[in-house]
């Protein structure tokens, strides 16, 4: 039998288990599909974008940025929420800061290919290589 705490004939009752929860319910499920479809190794493939290795790989920042999107954020802050979860930690989802993921994001810019542009006009440069890598890591995911 329930006993109501409040107005709700509900009972909240303490959990002293050792077993970890997130709140994000579908972001396993995201990284288990980024993995099962073996992108992790397209995007080492092809986006060799890190001059250096660090505590991120490629494909940790990719991943993650996918997992953020799927969790509904919008902002490289919300990067946040999903750091401090220990759940996600714990099946291997690296979450870099927002710093660091600027960082990776502003890799893709190329200044030089946005010289001929005029001001106040629409103007699409060319791709740059590293897109074009993003673009290869897509066209894998269709012939799957």
């Not at 810019?109 to 629409?122: D, F, I, K, P, S």
């Not at 673009?135 to 995911?141: E, P, Q, W």
Request: aromatic share 10%; charged share 20%; glycine share 8%.
């Amino acid at each position: 039998m329930n006993i109501a705490q409040g107005i709700l004939p509900f009972q909240l009752i303490a959990d002293h288990s050792k077993v970890l929860v997130t709140s994000f319910g579908g972001l396993p499920l995201v990284m288990e599909t980024y993995r099962a479809l073996g992108l992790r190794q397209s995007v080492r493939k092809y986006l060799p974008l890190l001059q250096r290795p660090g505590k991120y790989e490629e494909a940790d920042y990719v991943e993650s940025f996918l997992s953020l999107f799927a969790a509904g954020g919008n902002c490289l802050d919300d990067f946040h929420l999903l750091h401090q979860d220990v759940a996600l930690q714990k099946l291997g989802l690296k979450v870099p800061s927002p710093e660091a993921a600027r960082f990776f994001l502003n890799a893709f810019h190329e200044e030089e290919a946005l010289g001929g542009r005029v001001a106040h006009q629409a103007f699409i440069p060319e791709e740059t290589e590293l897109l074009e890598g993003l673009a290869s890591i897509s066209t894998v995911l269709e012939m799957t």
